[in-house]
Protein backbone atom coordinates (compact mmCIF):
# COMPACT_ATOMS: atom_id res chain seq x y z
CA UNK A 1 0.00 0.00 0.00
CA UNK A 2 2.89 2.39 0.90
CA UNK A 3 4.90 1.37 -2.50
CA UNK A 4 1.51 2.03 -4.27
CA UNK A 5 1.00 5.81 -2.93
CA UNK A 6 3.97 6.53 -3.33
CA UNK A 7 3.75 6.15 -6.84
CA UNK A 8 0.65 7.83 -6.65
CA UNK A 9 2.67 11.14 -5.66
CA UNK A 10 5.45 10.59 -8.41
CA UNK A 11 3.20 10.99 -10.74
CA UNK A 12 1.11 13.80 -9.76
CA UNK A 13 4.57 15.32 -9.39
CA UNK A 14 5.16 14.62 -13.32
CA UNK A 15 2.36 15.64 -15.15
CA UNK A 16 2.26 18.19 -17.46
CA UNK A 17 0.27 20.65 -15.47
CA UNK A 18 -1.24 21.74 -12.37
CA UNK A 19 -2.83 24.37 -11.13
CA UNK A 20 -2.35 25.74 -7.27
CA UNK A 21 -2.82 29.10 -6.04
CA UNK A 22 -2.99 30.77 -9.49
CA UNK A 23 0.41 29.07 -10.59
CA UNK A 24 0.39 26.77 -13.43
CA UNK A 25 3.25 24.30 -14.45
CA UNK A 26 3.67 23.10 -18.21
CA UNK A 27 6.49 20.86 -19.51
CA UNK A 28 8.00 21.81 -22.61
CA UNK A 29 9.99 20.62 -25.43
CA UNK A 30 10.71 24.11 -26.83
CA UNK A 31 10.18 27.30 -24.98
CA UNK A 32 10.74 29.90 -27.70
CA UNK A 33 8.30 27.77 -29.15
CA UNK A 34 5.71 27.14 -27.11
CA UNK A 35 5.87 23.94 -27.86
CA UNK A 36 4.39 21.34 -24.85
CA UNK A 37 5.31 18.06 -24.07
CA UNK A 38 4.83 15.41 -21.38
CA UNK A 39 8.60 14.58 -21.81
CA UNK A 40 9.83 17.85 -22.36
CA UNK A 41 12.77 18.84 -20.61
CA UNK A 42 11.56 22.09 -19.57
CA UNK A 43 9.62 23.56 -17.04
CA UNK A 44 7.13 26.34 -17.66
CA UNK A 45 5.79 28.31 -14.14
CA UNK A 46 3.19 30.83 -14.80
CA UNK A 47 2.27 32.75 -12.17
CA UNK A 48 -1.28 34.85 -12.66
CA UNK A 49 -0.86 38.21 -12.42
CA UNK A 50 -3.59 40.74 -12.64
CA UNK A 51 -5.11 38.53 -14.74
CA UNK A 52 -1.97 37.95 -17.34
CA UNK A 53 0.64 35.21 -17.14
CA UNK A 54 3.69 35.76 -15.94
CA UNK A 55 6.43 32.57 -17.07
CA UNK A 56 9.38 31.71 -16.12
CA UNK A 57 11.02 28.68 -17.94
CA UNK A 58 14.16 26.51 -16.77
CA UNK A 59 16.63 24.18 -17.62
CA UNK A 60 17.47 20.60 -16.48
CA UNK A 61 19.93 22.58 -14.13
CA UNK A 62 17.10 24.58 -12.79
CA UNK A 63 19.02 27.34 -15.02
CA UNK A 64 16.58 30.25 -16.11
CA UNK A 65 16.20 30.38 -19.30
CA UNK A 66 12.76 32.76 -20.87
CA UNK A 67 11.11 35.21 -18.90
CA UNK A 68 7.66 36.24 -20.88
CA UNK A 69 4.53 37.19 -20.37
CA UNK A 70 0.70 36.22 -22.35
CA UNK A 71 -2.67 37.50 -22.02
CA UNK A 72 -3.73 34.19 -21.83
CA UNK A 73 -2.15 30.19 -21.37
CA UNK A 74 -2.26 29.64 -24.71
CA UNK A 75 0.80 31.68 -25.65
CA UNK A 76 -0.56 33.24 -28.85
CA UNK A 77 -0.42 36.55 -27.41
CA UNK A 78 2.86 38.17 -26.16
CA UNK A 79 2.82 40.80 -23.91
CA UNK A 80 5.28 43.52 -22.00
CA UNK A 81 9.20 42.84 -22.30
CA UNK A 82 10.51 38.91 -22.84
CA UNK A 83 14.18 37.86 -21.92
CA UNK A 84 15.57 35.15 -23.18
CA UNK A 85 18.67 33.74 -21.22
CA UNK A 86 21.82 31.64 -22.16
CA UNK A 87 21.22 28.00 -21.07
CA UNK A 88 24.74 27.37 -19.84
CA UNK A 89 25.40 30.02 -17.97
CA UNK A 90 22.08 32.02 -17.12
CA UNK A 91 23.31 35.04 -18.41
CA UNK A 92 21.23 37.69 -20.46
CA UNK A 93 20.72 36.81 -24.45
CA UNK A 94 17.95 39.01 -25.78
CA UNK A 95 15.19 41.14 -24.92
CA UNK A 96 12.32 41.47 -27.03
CA UNK A 97 9.15 44.10 -25.61
CA UNK A 98 5.40 43.77 -27.08
CA UNK A 99 2.35 45.05 -27.38
CA UNK A 100 -1.40 43.87 -28.98
CA UNK A 101 1.07 40.87 -29.42
CA UNK A 102 3.50 42.65 -31.62
CA UNK A 103 6.84 43.47 -31.13
CA UNK A 104 7.30 47.27 -30.21
CA UNK A 105 10.13 49.11 -29.17
CA UNK A 106 13.45 47.83 -28.57
CA UNK A 107 14.61 43.92 -29.55
CA UNK A 108 18.28 43.34 -27.97
CA UNK A 109 20.78 41.47 -28.20
CA UNK A 110 23.69 40.68 -26.05
CA UNK A 111 26.88 39.67 -26.11
CA UNK A 112 28.63 37.24 -23.34
CA UNK A 113 30.06 39.89 -21.29
CA UNK A 114 26.30 41.18 -21.33
CA UNK A 115 27.43 44.15 -23.95
CA UNK A 116 24.57 45.36 -26.64
CA UNK A 117 25.82 43.29 -29.64
CA UNK A 118 22.23 44.24 -31.85
CA UNK A 119 19.21 46.51 -31.30
CA UNK A 120 16.40 46.76 -33.56
CA UNK A 121 13.72 49.40 -32.34
CA UNK A 122 10.22 47.95 -33.96
CA UNK A 123 6.90 49.58 -34.41
CA UNK A 124 3.67 47.48 -34.43
CA UNK A 125 5.60 44.37 -35.26
CA UNK A 126 7.73 45.98 -38.74
CA UNK A 127 11.62 47.07 -37.87
CA UNK A 128 12.38 50.87 -38.44
CA UNK A 129 15.77 50.45 -37.31
CA UNK A 130 18.51 47.77 -37.18
CA UNK A 131 21.93 47.73 -36.55
CA UNK A 132 23.88 44.26 -35.99
CA UNK A 133 27.79 45.47 -36.56
CA UNK A 134 29.91 43.57 -33.90
CA UNK A 135 31.21 47.14 -32.50
CA UNK A 136 27.33 48.71 -31.61
CA UNK A 137 27.04 51.17 -29.46
CA UNK A 138 23.79 52.63 -29.61
CA UNK A 139 22.47 55.67 -28.20
CA UNK A 140 18.88 55.17 -26.73
CA UNK A 141 16.34 58.39 -26.79
CA UNK A 142 14.25 56.68 -24.19
CA UNK A 143 14.81 54.23 -21.47
CA UNK A 144 13.22 52.40 -18.61
CA UNK A 145 15.26 54.26 -16.12
CA UNK A 146 16.30 57.86 -17.63
CA UNK A 147 19.65 59.88 -16.43
CA UNK A 148 19.51 61.80 -14.08
CA UNK A 149 21.41 64.56 -11.84
CA UNK A 150 23.17 63.60 -8.93
CA UNK A 151 20.30 64.44 -6.37
CA UNK A 152 17.43 64.56 -8.81
CA UNK A 153 15.24 67.15 -10.82
CA UNK A 154 14.99 69.31 -7.49
CA UNK A 155 19.20 69.21 -7.20
CA UNK A 156 18.98 69.83 -11.11
CA UNK A 157 16.48 73.07 -10.30
CA UNK A 158 18.63 74.35 -7.52
CA UNK A 159 22.07 73.81 -9.42
CA UNK A 160 21.15 76.19 -12.53
CA UNK A 161 19.68 78.59 -10.37
CA UNK A 162 22.74 79.24 -8.91
CA UNK A 163 24.55 79.13 -11.88
CA UNK A 164 22.79 80.86 -14.62
CA UNK A 165 23.91 84.45 -15.20
CA UNK A 166 21.95 86.87 -17.35
CA UNK A 167 24.40 88.18 -20.00
CA UNK A 168 25.30 91.65 -18.76
CA UNK A 169 25.49 92.80 -22.99
CA UNK A 170 22.07 92.12 -23.58
CA UNK A 171 20.35 95.29 -22.72
CA UNK A 172 17.06 94.19 -23.97
CA UNK A 173 15.21 91.73 -21.60
CA UNK A 174 14.15 88.75 -23.13
CA UNK A 175 12.30 86.04 -21.37
CA UNK A 176 11.52 82.13 -22.64
CA UNK A 177 13.42 79.19 -22.20
CA UNK A 178 16.64 77.28 -23.85
CA UNK A 179 16.47 73.75 -25.19
CA UNK A 180 19.73 72.21 -24.52
CA UNK A 181 20.17 68.64 -25.41
CA UNK A 182 22.74 66.25 -24.74
CA UNK A 183 23.96 62.39 -24.59
CA UNK A 184 24.51 61.05 -20.94
CA UNK A 185 27.17 58.28 -21.65
CA UNK A 186 27.95 55.15 -19.72
CA UNK A 187 30.03 57.05 -17.06
CA UNK A 188 27.97 59.97 -17.12
CA UNK A 189 29.65 62.62 -18.39
CA UNK A 190 27.84 64.61 -21.25
CA UNK A 191 28.13 64.52 -24.69
CA UNK A 192 27.51 66.43 -27.57
CA UNK A 193 25.82 69.41 -25.78
CA UNK A 194 23.81 71.13 -28.14
CA UNK A 195 20.91 73.75 -28.34
CA UNK A 196 17.78 71.84 -29.57
CA UNK A 197 15.17 75.08 -29.37
CA UNK A 198 16.93 78.37 -28.79
CA UNK A 199 15.77 81.67 -27.61
CA UNK A 200 18.55 84.58 -28.45
CA UNK A 201 22.50 83.76 -28.92
CA UNK A 202 23.37 85.20 -25.90
CA UNK A 203 21.06 82.90 -23.59
CA UNK A 204 21.31 80.24 -25.82
CA UNK A 205 25.44 80.38 -25.10
CA UNK A 206 24.60 80.69 -21.31
CA UNK A 207 22.43 77.90 -21.32
CA UNK A 208 25.31 75.99 -23.02
CA UNK A 209 27.65 77.05 -20.36
CA UNK A 210 25.42 76.08 -17.15
CA UNK A 211 24.77 72.37 -18.96
CA UNK A 212 28.05 71.66 -20.19
CA UNK A 213 29.65 72.68 -16.36
CA UNK A 214 27.19 70.37 -14.40
CA UNK A 215 28.58 67.31 -12.60
CA UNK A 216 28.84 64.11 -13.84
CA UNK A 217 24.91 62.93 -14.00
CA UNK A 218 23.42 58.89 -13.30
CA UNK A 219 23.79 57.31 -16.62
CA UNK A 220 20.42 55.71 -18.27
CA UNK A 221 19.41 52.08 -17.43
CA UNK A 222 17.75 49.56 -20.22
CA UNK A 223 17.18 45.95 -19.31
CA UNK A 224 19.86 46.11 -16.41
CA UNK A 225 22.22 47.25 -18.36
CA UNK A 226 24.24 50.69 -18.07
CA UNK A 227 23.60 52.96 -21.33
CA UNK A 228 23.56 55.80 -23.77
CA UNK A 229 21.11 58.07 -23.48
CA UNK A 230 19.28 61.17 -25.38
CA UNK A 231 18.45 63.30 -22.74
CA UNK A 232 16.45 67.38 -22.75
CA UNK A 233 16.82 69.92 -20.34
CA UNK A 234 14.75 72.97 -20.05
CA UNK A 235 16.73 77.03 -18.69
CA UNK A 236 14.42 79.59 -18.28
CA UNK A 237 15.44 83.14 -18.20
Known amino acids: MK ?44 IREKGNYHCLDYSPRHILVSESYYSDTSFTKPMFCHRFYREQTGSIYQTFCYENGKLNGYAVRYNEKGDTARCQFYKDGIAEKDNDKGDFDVTFTRTEIAPSFPGGEEAWKKYVKRNVQYPKSLTEKITGVVSVQ ?56
Open 3 to 46: KQTFLLILSLLTIVSCIANDTLYIRLSDYRGNIRSKTGKYLRKC
Open 182 to 237: FIVDYSGELMEVGIKKGLHPLLDAEALRVVKNSAPWQPANQNGHTVKCYYTVQIKF
